[in-house]
């Protein structure tokens, strides 16, 4: 099987399991946003397909990567977790003949990104090469005929396996609040004194302050 095979194969596993037609999944080249002054360039999307609901819309995309004996390691991942964010898709999805390397596992589950392990269960020998097409056709006879499955398939990663950390136990328990002493202080009423030569003189005792345990001071 070669690359444009398995790309083909994958397609079919995608409709399949989304409910899609074949026809609506699709390969695409998405030209990336133009800035001034520099180069343009174009991003090139194996599988895209688009599902939704009566309030949103949302756009997927997908790699195919055939490989013969070497897993999918963590910079392919993190690759198609960049062109993801330029093609504003909401989600991302890897698929490989062999699987994935710790490394690449790792990044899909911190970048969210779905990973799928998708083997031929067929004999490929006999599919067309080079022409998409007639490749697709052969695929969808040896499916109509039911002898057996196109493909096994197993799910690696579903990209939003975030575990859930515990809350935090604090260190020590929190002091109780202590309300502070009550203090009041009390001013005594004027009181008037008479001197020699008819003078007046207005004044009292000192403000009396009473603190913590009833005790009472006199200031002044």
């Not at 444009?4 to 390969?27: H, N, P, T, W």
């Not at 309030?55 to 062109?83: C, F, G, H, T």
């Not at 007046?200 to 000192?206: K, L, Q, V």
Request: aromatic share 4%.
């Amino acid at each position: 099987m070669d690359s444009d095979q398995y790309e083909e194969l994958c397609r079919l596993f995608i409709a399949e399991k989304v409910g899609l037609s074949v026809d609506d999944v699709k390969s695409v080249t998405i030209p990336n946003a133009q800035r001034s002054n520099l180069p343009t360039y174009a991003h090139q999307i194996d599988l895209y397909w688009e599902t939704g609901d009566e309030i949103a819309q949302y756009l997927n995309i997908a790699n195919a990567k055939w490989r013969a004996s070497d897993k999918v390691d963590q910079p392919d991942v993190m690759l198609l977790a960049k062109v993801r964010e330029k093609v504003a898709a909401h989600k991302a999805f890897m698929i490989s003949s062999v699987g994935f390397t710790s490394g690449a596992v790792a990044t899909a589950q911190d970048e969210g990104i779905a990973l799928h392990v998708v083997r031929p269960a067929i004999d490929t020998s006999s599919l067309p090469r080079g022409d998409r097409g007639a490749i697709r056709e052969a695929l969808r006879q040896v499916e109509s005929s039911g002898s057996r499955p196109l493909y096994s398939h197993t799910v690696e990663c579903r990209g939003m396996d975030f575990a859930e950390s515990p809350a935090p136990t604090p260190s020590r328990q929190p002091r109780p609040m202590v309300a502070p002493p009550r203090t009041e202080t009390r001013v005594a009423p004027t009181r008037t004194t008479r001197v020699a030569g008819g003078a007046e003189t207005r004044g009292g005792p000192s403000p009396r302050t009473t603190g913590p345990g009833g005790s009472t001071e006199r200031r002044g």
